[in-house]
Nanobody, 125 residues
């Protein structure tokens, strides 16, 4: 399984970015996939993800601002990020699990096995 993120960059506070994650070698559409981020000096945290039933879960800090989605083939995962603020600055990773995770666990990095290389998002004026 290969996951390749793109779309990061520098954006001003209040701006938007759309991250993409291209997946290959990933054949089971019921597996959970999601976006995570890690800021300097902080632990990696879940941002948004699909559970095993296709339901979405968002971290409280991004609710109403970020939207996770996939294309019709489910080979590309997206994260639309609006109303960005400096606290959103981090390396963003897409990840996939080997199973369809429960909604309660879907934002926990420890349950995800496959990871992309990450893309830097910097929110600054």
């Amino acid at each position: 399984v290969q996951l390749v993120e793109s779309g990061g960059g520098l954006v001003q506070p209040g701006g938007s970015l759309r991250l993409s994650c291209a997946a290959s070698g990933y054949t089971n559409n019921t597996y959970s996939v999601g976006w995570f981020r890690q800021a300097p000096g902080k632990e990696r945290e879940g941002v948004a993800a699909f559970d095993g039933r296709g339901a979405t879960r968002y971290a409280d800090s991004v609710k109403g601002r970020f939207t996770i989605s996939t294309d019709s083939t489910k080979n590309t995962l997206y994260l639309q990020m609006n109303s960005l603020n400096p606290e959103d600055t981090a390396i963003y990773y897409c990840a996939a699990a080997r199973i369809g995770l429960s909604w309660y666990f879907v934002l926990r990095p420890r349950y995800f096995v496959y990871w992309g290389q990450g893309t830097q998002v910097t929110v600054s004026s």
